[in-house]
């Protein structure tokens, strides 16, 4: 079992940055596959980004050059970095994990956290 809590959102003007953190319980945090997907109001969840349990990144075209995704398994923790924040990245951002890579099928993804709002003004 993991149980994964974000935090780090709140309401930034277009341009700005934000850090989202995702603290997870387990002592096997290190070998789940990690990553963040978002959902604005009226859409479907969508991938992010996302780091394997080696710390190979992958992210979703539309945030590439200005989101950036790491892991601290001191911490138990995954971070995502976001710069030159747009008002379309403006949704609830949710942490996932898995024993699998993660892939931008959210339906089969095993752990969620409750999500965090991010709201870009324009």
């Known amino acids: 079992q993991v149980q994964l809590v974000e935090s780090g959102g709140g309401l930034v003007q277009a341009g700005g940055s934000l850090r989202l953190s995702c603290a997870a319980s387990?002592?096997?945090?290190?070998?789940?596959?990690m990553g963040w997907f978002r959902q604005a109001p009226g859409q479907e969840r969508e991938f992010v980004a996302a780091?394997?349990?080696?710390?190979?990144?992958y992210y979703a075209d539309s945030v590439k050059g200005r989101f950036t995704i790491s892991r601290d398994s001191a911490k138990n923790t995954v971070y995502l970095q976001m710069n030159s924040l747009k008002p379309e990245d403006t949704a609830v951002y949710y942490c996932?994990?898995?024993?699998?890579?993660?892939?931008?099928?959210?339906?089969?993804?095993?752990?969620w956290g409750q999500g965090t709002q991010v709201t870009v003004s324009s």
């Open positions: 780091i394997t349990s080696r710390s190979f990144t």
């Open positions: 387990g002592r096997t945090f290190s070998t789940y596959h």
């Open positions: 996932a994990a898995d024993e699998n890579p993660l892939t931008r099928r959210w339906e089969v993804i095993d752990y």
